[in-house]
C-alpha cells in the first residue's frame, strides 16, 4: 500500500553529463519505444538511484503498513472477517518482501533497506503512523488505503523498471481483494447497527486527512521531476493520482449515507474535477519528519521484530554463504 | 451416545486448531525473517480454516453456527488443550509448539481419513496436503535449529521442549467416549495417538542434538479437554471477541 | 528511562516493545544469500520464474518459496536454485537473439562430464524467465550452444542456463501441499459481493 506521496525530494539533475552520451541515448530511445529496462542494462546513476529511493519508500510502506491492520489481527469478528484479516496482513508482508527483492536487482541490499528504515534514514507512506482505533478504522484502511494505492501502483506498473512492474502487478492483483474485502467489511457496518455505522463514521472523519495526504502535496508545491516523467520513474502527479481516487470512491462512500469531512468535497460539473479543501500540509511536513501520532511505535515495532528474530537468523546463517545480486 | 462421542471430538479438535491458529497469527508481521512470516501466518490460516469447518460439521449435528459457537463460549466450554493457549512468547517456543502440535495433528487425520464418520474422513483427505507441508515447515525448522552448533540457539530450544513437553503430552488426555468412538471405527483414541506420535517426534529429535525428557516421569497437563484452563484462554478469549461482542446479533 | 509503549495492539503490549532503541547496522547476509524459485501453475505447463526468497539454504527457501508465490490461484511444482548458480547471458533488443550475442567469457566454468541444463528464455522485456527444455552438455558454454540448437528459433532477450543437480525440484508426491488453494476464497476478491446489502440499503432510504 502505497501511495507515491512522499517520494521525490529536491534532486540535482547533474552529473548527467558524467553518462556516456551513446549510452545515455539508447537507454532512453528503449523507454520511448515503450520497452522495460532490466536489471542487467546499462541506465544513468540517477535513474537507478531515484528508483532505489521510490522502490524502497514503497516497501517500507508494506512492512510498516501491516501494522495499522495489524492491530485487529487477533480481534477480527467471525470467521470470514478473522480468515481475510490474517490474509490481508499477511500480503502486506508479501509485499514488502516483493519491492524489497525489487529493489536489491538495483544494488541496494536488504540489510542496507532496513537499516536505513528503522534508523530513520529512509520514509514510507505518512498514513500508516496514524492509529487505528477501532475495528472501523481498519476496515477504512483495508478499503480505502488500498484503493489509493491500486490508484498509483497501477499508474507505476505502467514505468520502465522490469523488476518494479512485474512486483506491481502481482500486488495489484492481490490488492484487489484488499479491496473487495475492505469495502464488503465497510459495507457491512454501513448498512448495519446504529453502533456500527457510528463506528465507521468516527473512522472515516479520522482517516480522510490522511487519506488526502497519502497521494502528496499538490503538484504546484511539489519539486519538479520532468527528467523522471521521462524515464518513466513517475508515471502520475500527485494531483491526478489523488483526482482519480476521489472520483472513483467518493462516491460509493455517499452512496453508503455516509459524509467525509470536508464542506467543500464536490465535483465541479463544467471542469469535471474535484474540489476541495487543501488538506492541512504542514501536518504532512510533520508526521514526514517523525511528529506522527505513531512513528515512534511504528519504527520502534520494527526494531524489536528485529531484535527478537537476530538469534533466528544468526544461528542459521551458512558460514558457506555468499550473497549475489538477484536476478530479476 | 455415538453422537455425543462425535460432538466431543469435534469440539476438542476445532477448539484446538482455532486457539492455536489465533495464537500463531499473533507473528503476522513481526517474526524473524518476512519469508517465515508469511509462511507462518499460512498456517496459522490453515489452521483457523480446518477449525471453521469442524464447527460447521458440528452445525449439522444440531450446535449452534460457527461464529456463534466460536465468539460467545467462555473458557470453561472450551475443550481445546492447556497446550495451544499459551502465550506465542519467543519464537523458539512457537516453533517447538508448532513441532509437537502439528505431529499429532497430523496423525490425528490420518487416522480419521480412515474413520466411519464419513464427513470427518473427506476432511481428514482434503487436508492432507495441507498438514503434510506443515509437518515438512515443523520438521525442517527443529532439524536446523536442533542442530546448529550455536549455543544460545540450540539451548533456546531444548528449554523451550522442555517447558513444551507436559502440556504437548496433555493433548492426549481422554475423553469420555474413548471406547465408544474407538469401537464405532470412529477414533482409534488418544492413547493410540499418543504412541504413534512419540515415535514420530523421537525420529524427527534423533536427527538433532535436542533430547526429549522421559515421558514417564512427566506429569502431563491436564484438563483442557474437561473445561479447566491456564490463566491465558480467558483473556485470549475477551480479546478475540471484542468486536463480535460488541453486538453479537449484527452481521459484521 | 526505556518505558514499554503502550500500543492500541494488543499484540505489541505483549511484545514489550521499548521505546528508546538503535538498531545496530545489519551485518551482510543477516537476510541470508537469495534463491531463485520457479513454479508451475498448471500441469504440462512451463515452469516460469517466480522471483526470489532469502533463505539460510534450499530446504527453507522451498518452504518460504510455496507461500510466497503459491499461495493464490494454482500451482502444481516448483523449482529452487541459489542465484548465483543461474548463468545468464547478455541481454539484448527485441531484433536480436540473446544467443548471437554469446562469447567465450564462459570458457573456465567447463566441466569434464557431460551433465544436464536446464534451459530458460526471457520472450520479451517485462516478462518472466520460461523454461524451453534441457540439454545435455560439457560445461555451461557447451550448454549454450546447444540451447542454441535446440531453442534458437524461439524469441530469446536474455537465456539462463542452470546445471540440472543444483535445482531443487519438488517431489511428484508432494503436489497435494498445493490441493486446497482454490478452496481458501477468504483471499479471493470475488468471495465478496456487497452489492445486495448496497441496494437494500439504498431501497430501505428511498422509502424513508
Keep these: 500500500m502505497y501511495g507515491g506521496g512522499n517520494t521525490f525530494e529536491p534532486i540535482k539533475a547533474t552529473g548527467l553529463e558524467m553518462e556516456d552520451p551513446a549510452k545515455l541515448a539508447e537507454f532512453e530511445a528503449r523507454i520511448e519505444r515503450g520497452e522495460k529496462i532490466e536489471p542487467q542494462d546499462w541506465m544513468p546513476n540517477l535513474y537507478r538511484k531515484q528508483l532505489i529511493r521510490m522502490i524502497e519508500q514503497h516497501a517500507h510502506s508494506e512492512i510498516i503498513g501491516a501494522l495499522p491492520e495489524g492491530t485487529w489481527i487477533t480481534r477480527a469478528p467471525g470467521f470470514r472477517r478473522k480468515l481475510a484479516q490474517m490474509a490481508k496482513v499477511q500480503d502486506e508482508v508479501g509485499h514488502a518482501q516483493l519491492l524489497y527483492s525489487a529493489a536489491e536487482t538495483l544494488g541496494k541490499s536488504r540489510e542496507d533497506m532496513i537499516t536505513d528504515l528503522i534508523n530513520g534514514k529512509s520514509k514510507y507512506s505518512n498514513i500508516f503512523n496514524y492509529p487505528a482505533f477501532t475495528w472501523a478504522d481498519s476496515t477504512v484502511i483495508s478499503w480505502l488505503v488500498d484503493a489509493g494505492a491500486i490508484v498509483n501502483q497501477i499508474a507505476n506498473a505502467k514505468g520502465s523498471y522490469g523488476p518494479y512492474c512485474r512486483a506491481l502487478d502481482r500486488i495489484c492483483a492481490e490488492e484487489s481483494f484488499h479491496l473487495k474485502y475492505g469495502h464488503d467489511a465497510v459495507v457491512h457496518l454501513a448498512t448495519g447497527t446504529p453502533i456500527q455505522r457510528k463506528m465507521l463514521q468516527e473512522a472515516l472523519n479520522r482517516w480522510w486527512t490522511p487519506l488526502m495526504h497519502f497521494f502528496g502535496p499538490p503538484d504546484k508545491m511539489s519539486v519538479h521531476t520532468e527528467i523522471l516523467v521521462k524515464w518513466k520513474v513517475k508515471m502520475a502527479t500527485n494531483d491526478e493520482c489523488r483526482q482519480q481516487f476521489l472520483d472513483m470512491y467518493v462516491p460509493k462512500i455517499w452512496e453508503l449515507g455516509l459524509s467525509l469531512p470536508d464542506p467543500k468535497l464536490h465535483k465541479n460539473a463544467e471542469t469535471g474535477e474535484w474540489e476541495y479543501t487543501e488538506p492541512d500540509w504542514e501536518e504532512f511536513k510533520r508526521v514526514i519528519n517523525g511528529d506522527g501520532p505513531c512513528n515512534a511505535e511504528r519504527l520502534a515495532v520494527r526494531r524489536t521484530a528485529e531484535e527478537r528474530g537476530a538469534w533466528v537468523r544468526k544461528a542459521l546463517l551458512s558460514p558457506k554463504a555468499t550473497y549475489v545480486t538477484p536476478l530479476a | 451416545m455415538k453422537e455425543l462421542a462425535i460432538k466431543e471430538l469435534l469440539y476438542k479438535m476445532a477448539d484446538d486448531l482455532l486457539i492455536l491458529g489465533h495464537r500463531n497469527s499473533e507473528w503476522t508481521g513481526i517474526g524473524p525473517i518476512l519469508e517465515e512470516d508469511i509462511a507462518f501466518s499460512s498456517m496459522a490460516q490453515d489452521k483457523v480454516g480446518q477449525s471453521w469447518a469442524l464447527y460447521k460439521m458440528l452445525q449439522v449435528l444440531g450446535e449452534q453456527e460457527p461464529d456463534t459457537v466460536a465468539f460467545t463460549r467462555n473458557a470453561p466450554q472450551f475443550h481445546s488443550c492447556k497446550f495451544v493457549e499459551l502465550p506465542i512468547g519467543e519464537y523458539d517456543f512457537s516453533l517447538v509448539r508448532h513441532f509437537l502440535f502439528d505431529t499429532a495433528d497430523l496423525l490425528r487425520f490420518d487416522l480419521l481419513s480412515r474413520s466411519s464418520y464419513t464427513p470427518l474422513a473427506q476432511l481428514a483427505t482434503k487436508i492432507k496436503g495441507e498438514l503434510k507441508y506443515h509437518t515438512m515447515h515443523a520438521n525442517t525448522w527443529i532439524k536446523q535449529l536442533g542442530s546448529v552448533e550455536d549455543e544460545e540457539a540450540f539451548q533456546r530450544m531444548q528449554y523451550a521442549l522442555d517447558v513444551a513437553l507436559p502440556f504437548a503430552l496433555g493433548i492426549f488426555e481422554e475423553g469420555p467416549y474413548e471406547q465408544s468412538l474407538a469401537d464405532e471405527k470412529i477414533f482409534a483414541g488418544e492413547v493410540h495417538l499418543k504412541s504413534l506420535w512419540l515415535e514420530k517426534i523421537q525420529e524427527t529429535l534423533s536427527k538433532t542434538r535436542l533430547v526429549l525428557g522421559d515421558v514417564s516421569l512427566i506429569s502431563p497437563e491436564l484438563g483442557g479437554r474437561y473445561g479447566q484452563h491456564t490463566e491465558f484462554l480467558q483473556p485470549l478469549l475477551d480479546e478475540m471477541t471484542e468486536v463480535f461482542k460488541v453486538d453479537p446479533t449484527a452481521e459484521w | ?208
Design chain 3, 1 to 208: 528511562m526505556n518505558d514499554v509503549f503502550q500500543s492500541l495492539d494488543p499484540r505489541i503490549n505483549r511484545l514489550g516493545v521499548t521505546v528508546e532503541g538503535h538498531l545496530e547496522a545489519k551485518s551482510s547476509l543477516d537476510q541470508f544469500e537469495t534463491y531463485e524459485v520457479f513454479f508451475q501453475m498448471k500441469e504440462g505447463k512451463p515452469y516460469e520464474h517466480a522471483g526470489i526468497v532469502h533463505a539460510p539454504n534450499e530446504d527453507m527457501a522451498f518452504l518460504f518459496g510455496k507461500e510466497q508465490f503459491s499461495r493464490r490461484y494454482t500451482c502444481t511444482g516448483m523449482w529452487i536454485v541459489k542465484t548465483h548458480q543461474v548463468i545468464t547471458s547478455p541481454i539484448t533488443d527485441h531484433e536480436q537473439s540473446a544467443y548471437d550475442l554469446l562469447d567465450h567469457r564462459l570458457a573456465e566454468t567447463e566441466l569434464n562430464e557431460l551433465s544436464h541444463f536446464e534451459v530458460f528464455h526471457l520472450k520479451k522485456r517485462g516478462r518472466q524467465q520460461v523454461h524451453m527444455g534441457r540439454v545435455q552438455a560439457k560445461g555451461y558454454h557447451d550448454a549454450f550452444k546447444q540451447a542454441s540448437e535446440h531453442f534458437g528459433t524461439e524469441p530469446a532477450l536474455q537465456v539462463w542456463v542452470i546445471r540440472s543437480q543444483d535445482l531443487l525440484f519438488s517431489d511428484e508426491a508432494d503436489k497435494d501441499i498445493w490441493f486446497t488453494l482454490p478452496e481458501k476464497k477468504y483471499r479471493d476478491a470475488i468471495a465478496y459481493k456487497s452489492s445486495d446489502k448496497i441496494n437494500a440499503y439504498k431501497e430501505r432510504t428511498a422509502k424513508q
